[in-house]
């Protein structure tokens, strides 16, 4: 039966109880490619100010900001050498601080990166730290005395390929790097670095920024008896030497939590301020939920559930679901399809099918499930994955692994604005990186005029999900997750919605009660899901 109707004053006060990030829509900016605004072919910050008005409009809540500080971009900004400094590349601080301001009159609440597992070998504090043995910062990063043969402390791998120790003859000892060898991991054990990590918070919070994303913060601890990790087990995908091995003594050490404790008491004294947390590995839901757990920690985190996902079906979303339950002291998930680390979610999933036609489905899918949702610049146009040739890659990790990469750079291509204009408005110089080829076709400038287009069916879904608390904040039922079918009913104070997707190449029959329909793709109607097709309608 479904429940009585509640009225509207009840549904408002229940919502205005939540947190502003509870259920956002987040936009992903990755400021080397969304706007150049000087000509050297890589965007910077007054770049994405004077795009801001786009970004207001696709009606999203938040941006999210990939790294923009000071680094010798050995991995483009994950590689911080001054954590309270903007790389010239980017522009100042008072760029940044501008950028803040016109977010906020805009209504637009700000995240940026935070990189506390590691830093740069460029960073002051690394510089310091290897001189010798007894200076004030000699334990801030991870060193260890090589084993009697002379060999690492331990057989631990680093991500992108090979050992993750490298030799310094300064102190004639190892040090650590989960990344790259110009990436030595911070010790975290250490409350000195703590603090220090701690007061780089404060100095972004004080500037006004609405929240951190947390990068690879399951990295940011090692076990100090440098124990070798096991074989993996398992027949999971191996193309790198990280792969084979169960990774449990480098990483997802059990003081993280602990950590993260101090990272919410600084937040909690800066009202309204949001803290996600990326987490990977083979352990990552249980680690995601540690992270999050009670009031005590981070608000949310995402892992890669769809980000490495090679095909999407019912149950690998019913699945992602089923483990944030909606139970007592149980954290708030966050989603992204798309983002810096992965091929775009389109080009990896249609298959056969049209492009355009399956990113329209999928970002119905997105707006429909529980938790916070991250979109990806260019996910607004149905950017496809760009095909880069090796002369110009820019990516480490897929310049190291050719050709059996992750498509990085592909993903990170400048955003077209203006389909007639040289680089397509993105830059009056050469990009950093080519375009797609396909991609000026599909320019903010000729979508903004097309009532038909990928953008504006973007707009509308945004502004739909913004509308309705069972969208937003709801509980989720998964009511079906059969083979490419999956029916998902969402209830928040009274209203109930029922989203279904048919996500195959066949049509499939389905019963749904009376509904009002909210949003339709594909000819999809309450008794019959064309292939490709979904909805989203309000119960009677």
């Given at each position: 039966?479904?429940p009585d109707?509640v009225?509207?004053s009840?549904?408002a006060?229940s919502v ?6 509870h259920?956002a ?8 490619s969304?706007l ?21 409009a ?16 050995q991995?483009f900004?994950?590689d911080?050498?001054d954590?309270?400094?903007v790389?010239?590349?980017?522009g100042?601080l ?8 016109r977010a906020h009159a805009l209504?637009l609440?700000?995240i ?10 460029q ?6 730290s290897r001189q ?12 260890a005395?090589?084993?009697p043969?002379?060999?690492?402390p331990?057989n631990w ?5 090979g050992?993750?120790w490298t ?24 409350p000195?670095?703590?603090?220090a990590i701690l ?10 920024v609405?929240g ?7 990295f ?9 990790n096991p074989?993996a087990?398992?027949?999971h995908k191996r ?9 449990i ?5 059990p ?12 937040m909690?004294l ?7 947390a990326e987490v ?6 249980a ?6 757990a009670?009031n005590r920690?981070?608000n949310?985190a995402?892992?890669?559930n769809?980000l490495y996902a090679?095909?999407l ?9 089923a483990?944030w339950?909606?139970t007592p002291?149980?954290?708030?998930p966050?989603w992204a399809?798309?983002?810096h680390?992965a ?9 056969g ?9 999928i970002?119905l ?9 991250f979109?990806y610049?260019?996910e607004?146009l ?5 095909e880069?040739?090796?002369d110009d890659?820019?990516d ?8 059996l990469?992750?498509?990085?750079d592909?993903?990170?291509t400048?955003?077209?604005w203006?389909a007639?204009?040289p680089?397509a ?5 050469k990009p950093?990186?080519?375009?797609g ?5 599909r320019?903010?400038?000729?979508q ?9 069916w ?7 999900r913004?509308?309705q608390p069972a ?8 009511a079906?997750?059969?083979g490419?079918t999956?029916?998902l009913?969402?209830s928040w104070a009274?209203?109930?919605l029922?989203?279904?997707?048919n ?6 029959a389905?019963d749904l ?6 949003a339709?793709h594909g000819?999809?109607t309450p008794?019959l899901?064309?292939a490709y097709s979904g909805l ?5």
């Open positions: 039966m479904m109707a009225q509207p009840t549904q006060d205005a109880a939540l947190p502003w990030w259920g829509s987040i936009y992903q900016i990755y400021p080397r969304f150049d605004s000087n000509g050297d072919g890589i965007g910077d910050l007054k770049g994405i100010t004077q795009r801001l008005d786009h970004v207001a696709l009606n999203v809540d938040a941006i999210w900001l990939s790294p923009f500080f000071t680094s010798p971009m991995d900004g994950y911080v050498s954590y309270r400094g790389d010239p590349i980017f100042t008072d760029d940044f601080d501008a950028l803040v301001a209504g609440r700000i940026i990166d935070q990189v506390w597992s590691h830093t740069s070998d960073h002051a504090w690394f510089g310091e010798n043995r007894r200076n004030d910062k000699a334990d801030w990063y991870v060193w005395d090589p084993k043969d002379g060999t690492p331990s791998q680093s991500v992108f390929g050992p993750a030799w310094d003859a300064r102190r004639q000892q190892y040090y650590l790097h989960n990344f790259l060898t110009s990436q030595p991991d911070l010790n975290l054990h250490n000195a670095v703590q603090e007061g780089v918070a404060r100095f972004w919070l004080e500037r006004g609405d951190f994303r947390i990068d690879a913060i399951n940011a601890m090692h076990d100090p008896q440098l124990r070798d074989p087990s398992g027949n193309t790198r030497p990280f792969d084979f091995q169960n990774r003594h480098n990483m997802s050490h003081d993280i939590p602990l950590f993260l404790e101090r990272v919410a008491g600084v909690n800066y009202p309204d301020r949001f803290t996600v990977g590995g083979d352990n990552a839901i680690e995601m939920h540690e992270f999050t009670g920690r981070l949310s995402y892992g890669f769809f090679e095909q079906d019912a149950r690998t979303v019913a699945d992602a679901l483990e339950p909606d002291g149980t954290g708030w966050s399809f798309s983002n680390d091929p775009r979610a389109a080009s990896r999933w249609h298959g099918h049209d492009h355009d036609d399956y990113a329209r489905l970002m899918l997105l707006v429909a499930l529980r938790g916070n949702i979109l610049y260019g607004e149905g950017l496809t994955q760009a880069i040739g090796f890659l820019q480490p990790e897929a310049i190291a692994n050719w050709p990469t992750l498509g990085r592909g993903a990170r400048p955003m077209p203006v007639a204009a680089g408005g993105f830059s009056t110089g950093w990186l080519p375009l080829a396909d991609h000026a076709a320019a903010v400038d000729v903004r005029d097309d009532p038909g287009s990928m953008l504006h973007t707009q509308m879904l945004m502004a739909l913004r509308s969208l937003r904040h709801g509980n989720v039922e998964v079906v997750a059969q490419n999956l029916v009913c969402r009274g209203q109930r029922v989203c279904a997707f996500l195959g190449a066949e049509p499939c389905v009660p009376a509904c009002t329909i909210l339709q000819g999809a008794s899901l064309p989203i309608a309000r119960c009677a």
